[in-house]
């Protein structure tokens, strides 16, 4: 069963509604020079930390050996895709990205002092 109509059918498919949002994977490649990278990170963490300030990002992650990055956007994929293809490694050459189109699920209600487990 796919897992969007299990969860829609949780909420009587109120979540069917909701504008999808988007996970953006930025990669770096390992053979990437350290010194590239260092030129080009006082820029990219500004342009980051920005889009956090303005909720054009809600989450980042990065991965165990700190190659890959996720962001999760509030924005469509569509809406964000020309923002990325901008980023400082990204316009360098020194990142590749992939995005997604994600949709929010909502495992219902739970009450005061209810753990989820």
């Avoid at 949002?21 to 590239?36: C, K, N, R, Y």
């Avoid at 700190?66 to 020194?94: C, K, T």
Wanted: glycine share 6%; aromatic share 8%; hydrophobic share 50%.
């Amino acid at each position: 069963m796919p897992w969007r109509q299990l969860f829609e059918s949780w909420d009587d498919g109120k979540q069917s509604r909701l504008a999808p949002m988007s996970l953006v994977t930025l990669s770096i490649d390992a053979a990437v020079p350290t010194e590239e990278l260092a030129f080009y990170a006082d820029a990219e963490s500004s342009v980051l930390r920005e889009w956090s300030a303005n909720g054009r990002i809600i989450l980042a992650l990065i991965d165990q050996c700190e190659r890959d990055l996720l962001l999760f956007s509030p924005l469509e994929p569509g809406l964000i895709a020309a923002d990325v293809m901008m980023l400082p490694f990204v316009a360098a050459g020194l990142a590749r990205f992939d995005i997604k189109a994600i949709h929010p699920l909502n495992f219902g209600k739970c009450g005061a002092g209810s753990t989820v487990q």
